[in-house]
T-cell receptor, first 117, second 113 residues
Framework: AQKITQTQPGMFVQEKEAVTLDCTYD???????LFWYKQPSSGEMIFLIY??????QNATEGRYSLNFQKARKSANLVISASQLGDSAMYFC??????????????FGKGTTLSVSS | DAGVIQSPRHEVTEMGQEVTLRCKPI?????LFWYRQTMMRGLELLIY????????DSGMPEDRFSAKMPNASFSTLKIQPSEPRDSAVYFC???????????FGQGTRLTVV
């Protein structure tokens, strides 16, 4: 069974608009972490934001925020005020267990975001 | 810090040849991961190590694939013999300390012809 599901293969947004990229996850472990990475056309994987399963507040990092809805098992990425440089592939990932357990990140299939002027 | 360093960045080889990909994790990190990225299958976890010990190699596709981590600062992923379907981008990533996220290398683009 897929542990991370990203249902939007592609999303289109205009500059300065906000966009939400969807991610749902599946785990029975009460301790887990959720991550978003960005992969521009150059190919590198860039970490954006992290949310722990016990965190009470939604994570924010600059223009990125993670809309964490635990009961629905969703961890959507919200990018505010989109910029042309945001055009990239975005991956949602999950790690089961606590950070110290050293388990691996499992990735979704990704969503391609295209920002137009 | 130099980040995770992978070599080579690009590799073109003929079917049947042995291929060795190399990775130097970030100093002090105790977890190291190998991933493979293709259009069809996305980012797949191949194997990961904690404190130089392989923990889960269930993602290694076949016996043709092997990985080692002889010390905390070096890991290799070997494919022998290589096949055209092994063509992909191979990423190494490391994580350590209190940080939750993994840091990725630039990847090795492997083409098997």
């Amino acid at each position: 069974a897929q542990k991370i599901t990203q249902t939007q293969p592609g999303m289109f947004v205009q500059e300065k608009e906000a966009v939400t990229l969807d991610c749902t996850y599946d785990t029975s472990d009460p301790s887990y972490g959720l991550f978003w990475y960005k992969q521009p056309s150059s190919g590198e994987m860039i970490f954006l934001i992290y949310q722990g399963s016990y965190d009470q507040q939604n994570a924010t990092e600059g223009r990125y925020s993670l809309n964490f809805q635990k009961a629905r098992k969703s961890a959507n990425l919200v990018i505010s005020a989109s910029q042309l440089g945001d055009s990239a592939m975005y991956f949602c990932a999950m790690r089961e267990g606590r950070n110290q357990a050293g388990t691996a990140l499992i990735f979704g299939k990704g969503t391609t975001l295209s920002v137009s002027s | 810090d130099a980040g995770v360093i992978q070599s080579p960045r690009h590799e073109v080889t003929e079917m049947g040849q042995e291929v060795t990909l190399r990775c130097k994790p970030i100093s002090g990190h105790n977890s190291l991961f190998w991933y493979r990225q293709t259009m069809m299958r996305g980012l797949e976890l191949l194997i990961y190590f904690n404190n130089n010990v392989p923990i889960d190699d269930s993602g290694m596709p076949e016996d043709r694939f092997s990985a080692k981590m002889p010390n905390a600062s070096f890991s290799t992923l070997k494919i022998q013999p290589s096949e055209p379907r092994d063509s992909a981008v191979y990423f190494c990533a490391s994580r350590g300390g209190l940080r939750a996220e993994a840091f990725f290398g630039q990847g090795t683009r492997l083409t098997v012809v």
